[in-house]
């Protein structure tokens, strides 16, 4: 055999398997085996949790057991969570590493199906008003989903819910490149066939988090009882099962970050008159339609139920363990598995403490150029975040309701808010207002003021009035004012029926 022969054969067996080597296959990851999450509150919010968009973050991260073939292969990770921020994703365990990634952002939707099937048959169904019976015929799908979808059937062209009838739109299959759900894809290059298990870490839009403190105060009036709900909030569209949770108090140096989000066009459904749909004349919305995939009716092998039974009471939660440092930041662990829904609200035990000792305190904050006549002042119970007064945890901001046991038994005294309290400060919990307990303020020349409080009660009260704002001078005539949070405080306590009066200038 001659040698130029042997060259011609080597190369004609060489290069199909080069081929081969460099052909990409795809392997997709349905789900993940194990999923984390730990959240970051919205850097600036107070009080309530965006229910509609969530502003907070959150970093997830997945363990998802996948079989690599040996090669170049497109690895696409399903059910990541819609507001996935592609930049941020690291991914460990692949033995070739990461060569490329990708956000996939064609989701399934109206839209999105129609587009797809354009040109493509489809059954689209009819009730008739006189027999009430359903009609189906075939039609092709030659424009949508913008300006309307327009359908050629046996009868001619045609513009979808324009006939007046109960009308919906049949596809054997979803098209290629559509996703029911969220995916991530990196290319990969294996050196061999194997089964690795791979940790996918990312940044995600659409979390936040806040606590919610329920306090009972005991019929002795001097403790009570705080428990507080962290109460998670997921504005994505995907369930996290079984998740380890941990949520991050504190505020970062967070700097907007533009993330790519789903295109998911809106369908668009129009009528045109009758006859033509090149007329000037402009067209009317109709209704929604009901559009369905014969074909999909199962994910995965599993039914998607119409309704689901409510399910049996959950066993009582462990204790929850005390928060962790994070630099200065702090980290609070939910102690048991939690499933995160879609679009939803989790409430878990946050942190419970018992016979927390308290002052009651009654507060009316004046300003200077104010005009008062018997105001109300607010009925506040003091507490210090002390080890010795029953706390002694960094306690995360958010909101409050203090009930009272009583003979008629549980009352609502007061809602409020929280703001964050590190181990050793003082703060307020508001327990509704009183009538009993008096301020008033007239004006005493100028710059100057005469401040009085009365007290109606028949036992004593503490009262504390700060005056202006922090840093402003207020000077009272033979008085010395405290400093409470940079604020000049009168502070005074009253025996039953007593009254106090202050004059200053400011």
């Known amino acids: 055999m ?6 011609v054969l080597l190369t004609v067996a060489v290069v199909p ?9 795809t392997v997709i990851s349905a789900a993940p085996e194990r999923v984390a999450l730990t959240v970051y509150r919205e850097g600036y919010g107070n009080g309530e949790i965006d229910r509609a968009n969530p502003q907070g973050f959150a970093m997830v991260t997945e363990t998802r057991k996948v079989r690599l073939p040996r090669g170049r292969a497109e690895l696409r990770f399903e059910g990541v969570a819609g507001g996935i921020i592609p930049v941020s994703a690291v991914i460990e365990g692949l033995p070739g590493g990461t060569i490329e990634k990708n956000r996939d952002a064609r989701l399934l939707s109206p ?9 493509r048959e489809v059954t689209i169904t009819r009730i008739e008003k006189a027999a009430g019976r359903k009609v189906s015929e075939e039609a092709t799908i030659i424009a949508g989903p913008r300006a309307g979808v327009v359908l050629r059937t046996p009868s001619g062209i045609e513009t979808l819910h324009c006939s ?9 299959s979803i098209p290629s490149g559509l996703s029911s759900k969220p995916v991530l894809s990196v290319t990969t290059d294996s050196p061999a066939a194997r089964t690795v298990t791979v940790r996918l870490s990312y ?6 988090w806040r606590a919610s403190y329920v306090a009972t105060q005991a019929a002795d009036g001097r403790t009570l009882n705080l428990f507080a709900w962290l109460t998670l909030a997921n504005g994505n569209g995907e369930t996290f099962p079984q998740a380890e949770v941990n949520a991050v108090a504190g505020r970062l140096n967070r700097v907007e970050t533009p993330q790519l989000l789903a295109a998911i066009s809106k369908l668009t459904l129009a009528c045109y008159p009758l006859g033509t749909t090149t007329s000037d004349l402009k067209s009317r919305e109709a209704p929604e339609q009901e559009i369905m995939v014969t074909a999909s009716r199962r994910f995965g092998g599993v039914p998607v139920p119409l309704s689901m039974a409510m399910p049996a009471a959950p066993p009582a939660p462990p204790p929850p363990p005390p928060p962790e440092d994070l630099g200065d930041l702090k980290l609070y662990r939910v102690p048991e598995r939690v499933t995160v829904a879609p679009h939803a609200q989790k409430q878990v035990a946050l942190l419970s403490r018992d016979k927390v000792q308290f002052e009651r305190r ?8 104010q005009t008062l006549d018997a105001a109300p002042t607010a009925v506040v119970l003091v507490l210090h975040n002390e080890s010795a007064a029953g706390l002694g945890l960094a306690l995360p901001q958010g909101t409050t309701a203090l009930y009272a046991e009583g003979p008629r038994g549980r009352q609502l005294l007061g809602l409020g808010t929280l703001t964050d309290r590190a181990e050793g400060e003082t703060f307020r919990l508001s327990a509704g207002k009183s009538t009993q307990v008096m301020v008033s303020q007239k004006s005493a020349g100028n710059r100057g003021r005469v401040l009085s409080v009365t007290n109606a009660n028949a036992f004593p009260v503490s009262v504390d009035i700060p005056i202006g704002s922090a840093g ?15 604020v000049a405080t009168w502070s005074q306590t009253l025996a039953p029926g007593e009254n106090a009066e202050l004059r200053y200038t400011y």
């Open 203 to 208: 940044l995600a839009s659409g979390f936040d």
């Open 2 to 7: 001659s040698w130029l022969r042997l060259a």
């Open 17 to 25: 398997s080069m081929l081969a080597a460099q052909e990409t296959r």
């Open 164 to 172: 007046g009838l109960p009308e919906r739109l049949a596809f054997d």
């Open 111 to 119: 839209a999105s199906l129609i587009d797809g099937t354009l040109g």
């Open 472 to 486: 402003q001078k207020i000077v009272a005539d033979n008085e010395t004012l405290l400093k409470v949070d940079g």
């Open 362 to 369: 009654y507060r009316r904050e004046v300003s200077p150029w």
